[in-house]
């Protein structure tokens, strides 16, 4: 079984040694790889869509050969992500050789029937295949760049709908958890506290914390070294990545 859940909320990921979203370097020596874009980073597909389209741009000088997987995406109970090889979803090519500088498009298309108000979530893994390259000292380095897409087919009617809970973990750290009782993804990307007064006392971005439907995930957040204190009954917001906001009450100590 395999896990992997990098993603960007950027509208195109470019991939390098500087800005990859996994580099496996198989020898501790200097090296340059090929980098490559993506467009969507994202999938999003509608229940009665059969296929969608992909765009990998190979932006280096030299000659790329990719490999992608298809992977049914769930998460345990407590969030952790599971991956599934699937024949749910079919990509066409599944093997990319790309020259310098040129520019392919993939066909992904969906298989399975989707059910009432239930999203179906994939995740779709591309990894270049490694070659060996010569380094300035004469050394054979091999350098393998990765990214993985998450794939979100929604049907008509199927939403998030989160619940926030927060409480004092340590004397450092705060935990919301946020159970998702919808039949979508949510995505929480910031958690912030307000007091009675209304100010707020506590503003933090969370990354890659999605949750998919009838999961709940904990979050672990720093409380701030001054200011007033985190504690009594305060208002969490809760942003989610397209912008929404729900809030909740919460209390915190005593």
């Not at 190979?58 to 997987?69: Q, W």
């Not at 390259?133 to 998030?160: H, M």
């Amino acid at each position: 079984m395999t896990t992997m859940t990098t993603d960007s909320r950027m509208s195109r990921l470019t991939v390098g040694l500087a800005a990859a979203a996994v580099v496996l370097p198989l020898a501790p020596v200097a090296a340059s790889a090929a980098a490559f874009s993506v467009s969507p980073v994202r999938i999003y597909m509608h229940a009665r869509e059969r296929a969608t389209a992909i765009t990998v741009v190979n932006e280096s000088d030299t000659e790329l050969v990719m490999e992608a997987e298809l992977f049914q995406w769930a998460q345990k109970p407590d969030g952790t992500d599971e991956l599934v090889p699937t024949d749910d979803l079919i990509l066409a090519p599944p093997l990319l050789k790309m020259a310098p500088k040129s520019r392919q498009v993939l066909r992904l298309a969906n298989l399975k029937p989707v059910p009432p108000g239930e999203q179906l979530t994939y995740r779709m893994i591309v990894r270049e295949v490694p070659e060996a390259a010569q380094a300035a000292e004469g050394v054979q380095v091999q350098v393998t760049l990765a990214f993985s897409l998450p794939v979100f087919i929604t049907p008509a009617g199927a939403k998030q709908r989160l619940f926030c809970d927060a409480k004092p973990a340590d004397a450092e750290t705060i935990v919301a958890s946020c159970e998702n009782q919808g039949g979508a993804y949510a995505q929480p990307v910031n958690f912030s506290f307000r007091g009675p007064s209304g100010d707020v006392l506590l503003s933090q971005d969370v990354i890659g914390g999605y949750i998919l439907p009838k999961i709940r995930r904990d979050f672990q957040l720093k409380r701030p070294a001054a200011g007033p204190a985190l504690r009594g009954p305060m208002r969490l917001a809760v942003t989610q990545d397209d912008g929404s906001v729900q809030s909740f009450d919460v209390m915190l100590g005593n």
